[in-house]
């Protein structure tokens, strides 16, 4: 989160809706990766953007705190097109071994809501603080072993992280997957897990990807981590670790798309070693604003863009020299309109999809404020309309976007003072080979943004929608190897 951005920073420094048909039972929906980028079955390349709903208080399930049909039709209809939904391990398995498929009913109950509006879902296992004895969220308490030790002092999020030595332990068994209960290795259980969950949904409709470790966090290695080089030797055991899941959801899933995450200082400016090996595989990494906040018009802000660009250069740089599309799964948890705009922004001038930190407060335990802070959506079990939902944020993140590119998209930008949108793509299919003519590419133009309508200029193309469509579609024209349009507001 963002106040564990600022204090990791500290250590730096002193260190050195795509239009479908409904979907189906059989997963013909499922996305893949090809390059760098995310495509959906018929190739085309999506650019996605969306939210997180993590619900980080027992029994850990969405439709607990009232997340539903009206809040996926709500984000349906502000363009949105992915939600990073969170599940936790202390649900999944509560015993060693045993599995609460009740509690994945509810999980798949929410994804087929979402699929129901065209949204993708990326199955998210999450953690913070790794559980509820560190004041966090995550491992099973079976799960835990900190050599006895007190769980003091207990000083909340993210500050638990750098002082409390029975979690500093914890993650140290945890990274060395020493053995628990029954003499299986922790990892092992997790990895075990993991399967399960991957065979459950083998056949759930949009699913995007299972993302495998939120923010993993080094333990007491964490110094070492807190230099722009990155630290090899604790990536190394991330590597493994991401290996061990990655390789037992291949055992009973060929086709979902696994997403891994660097460490957690990757998101402050650090490199990352960690490459794991196989297919349909993606790069998860999270964003947050390091100053901007205390000085969101001047030198924090200035100070924040320079973190930030880095972070994009290496999540694109590692994504293209492995061929595992990077995903920005976390940015935000903020009210300073500046900081979600400038980061939109920057996501899109690198071409990389995003999920805003988050969708409501909802009691989390684990975040740097209060929960308005982070929400879009103040109460979930209340309709998302009025003053239940944060204008302000709404207007910072919704913006025109490509959707699904019949081809491979070579810029998009939005000027929010003229409202005019502009994109570009090559008509070539991401991994070779072409796009026929009359392939059609979507692109989000938001009510929000255009209440009155817009006005469409196209090269390489005809627009084949509706007049004012919130959905734009447009046909590629005979012999045309890339495609130009231009939109502005009426």
């Known amino acids: 989160m963002r106040l564990l951005a600022v204090l990791v920073t500290l250590g730096l420094l002193l260190l050195g809706p795509v239009p479908t048909a409904s979907a189906s039972s059989d997963g013909a929906t499922r996305a893949r990766t090809s390059g760098r980028w995310i495509v959906d079955p018929q190739g085309r390349v999506l650019v996605l953007h969306g939210l997180n709903m993590v619900s980080k208080i027992a029994p850990y399930a969405p439709d607990q705190v009232g ?11 502000q363009g949105f097109t992915t939600v990073r939904l969170g599940l936790i391990w202390k649900a999944v398995e509560p015993e060693p071994g045993e599995y609460d498929d009740a509690y994945l009913a509810r999980i798949e ?59 500093l332990r914890a993650f140290y068994h945890f990274w060395a997957n020493d053995p628990g209960p029954g003499g299986v290795g922790l990892q092992d259980r997790y990895a075990a897990a993991w399967a399960h969950v991957a065979e459950y949904f083998a056949d759930a409709p949009r699913v995007l990807g299972l993302d495998l470790f939120n923010e993993p966090w080094p333990g ?27 390789d037992a959801i291949r055992a009973v899933d ?19 070693h960690v490459a794991p090996t196989g297919d349909r595989l993606g790069f998860s990494f999270h964003d947050y604003c390091l100053t901007a906040e205390a000085d969101a018009e001047g030198a924090g802000q ?21 061929g595992h599309p990077p995903l920005l799964t976390e940015f935000g948890a903020t009210t300073d309109r500046t900081t979600l705009t400038t980061m939109v922004d920057r996501a ?41 939902v944060d204008r302000q944020k709404l207007r910072a993140i919704v913006v025109p976007y490509p959707l699904a590119v019949s081809g491979v998209p070579t810029a998009y930008s939005f000027d929010r003072d003229s409202r005019a949108f502009e994109a570009t793509w090559r008509t070539a299919r991401a991994g070779g080979g072409g796009f026929a003519a009359g392939s059609r590419t979507t692109l989000s133009l938001p009510r929000l943004v255009y209440p009155d309508g817009y006005r469409v200029t196209v090269t390489g193309g005809r627009v084949v929608s509706a007049p004012d469509a919130r959905v734009l579609v447009v046909a590629q024209d005979r012999g045309a190897s890339a495609v130009r349009l231009v939109v502005r507001g009426r």
């Open 302 to 322: 200035q100070a924040c863009g320079t973190f930030d660009d880095l972070v994009f250069q290496n999540a694109v740089q590692h994504g293209t020299d492995l």
């Open 109 to 167: 109950h929410t994804t087929e809501v979402l699929a129901a509006e065209g949204i993708w879902t990326l199955l998210d296992f999450h953690q913070d603080l790794y559980n509820e004895r560190f004041q966090g969220e995550g491992a099973p308490d079976w799960a835990v072993q900190d050599e006895g030790l007190p769980a003091q002092p207990q000083l909340g999020f993210p500050y638990n992280y750098f002082g409390m030595a029975p979690l």
């Open 220 to 246: 007491s290695a964490w110094s070492t981590c807190a230099n722009p080089a990155g630290c090899p030797a604790f990536d190394a055991q991330l590597q493994a670790f991401s290996q061990r899941a990655a």
């Open 254 to 272: 060929r086709r979902t798309a696994v997403f891994y995450e660097p460490n957690v200082l990757f998101n402050n400016g650090a490199q990352t």
């Open 67 to 77: 997340f539903g049909r009206d809040d996926a039709r709500f984000l349906a209809r």
């Open 348 to 388: 899109a001038a690198h071409r990389v999809g995003w999920q805003y930190w988050a969708y409501c407060g909802c009691d989390d335990p684990t975040t740097t404020g209060p929960g308005a802070t982070q929400a879009l959506v103040l109460d979930p079990s209340r309709p998302p309309v009025g003053d239940n």
